[in-house]
Nanobody, 124 residues
């Protein structure tokens, strides 16, 4: 099973960005997935999670600027971030929620499989 994030890049403050996470080797439609981000010297920070039915949970600090959604036909989960600020600069990673995990899965330990991240850099 593999998770691969993409869609990062260098953007300007105020821009929007859509990240994608493609999952291969698993039954995507029943997976619960999430996004985290990390900056050097800091712990991973929960961003958002989505259940197999599309139920979403967001970090309080990012609510209103982010949207998580999925396309089961494409085995892909997305994260849209609006009104980006330099504070959003981070490595964004997607991960699979443990089958036994209660909702909402906000801790790193709630996930059992991680993909390589995609770097988002926001210039002011």
């Amino acid at each position: 099973v593999q998770l691969q994030a993409s869609g990062g890049g260098l953007v300007q403050a105020g821009d929007s960005l859509r990240l994608a996470c493609v999952v291969s080797g698993d039954l995507f439609s029943i997976l619960r997935l999430g996004w985290f981000r990390r900056t050097p010297g800091k712990e991973r920070e929960f961003v958002a999670a989505i259940g197999h039915s599309g139920r979403a949970h967001y970090a309080d600090s990012l609510k209103g600027r982010i949207t998580i959604f999925r396309e089961n036909s494409k085995n892909t989960m997305y994260l849209k971030i609006d009104n980006l600020t330099p504070g959003d600069t981070a490595l964004y990673s997607c991960a699979r929620v443990r089958a036994s995990q209660f909702w909402p899965p906000v801790s790193v330990g709630a996930y059992d499989l991680w993909g390589r991240g995609t770097q988002v850099t926001v210039s002011s």
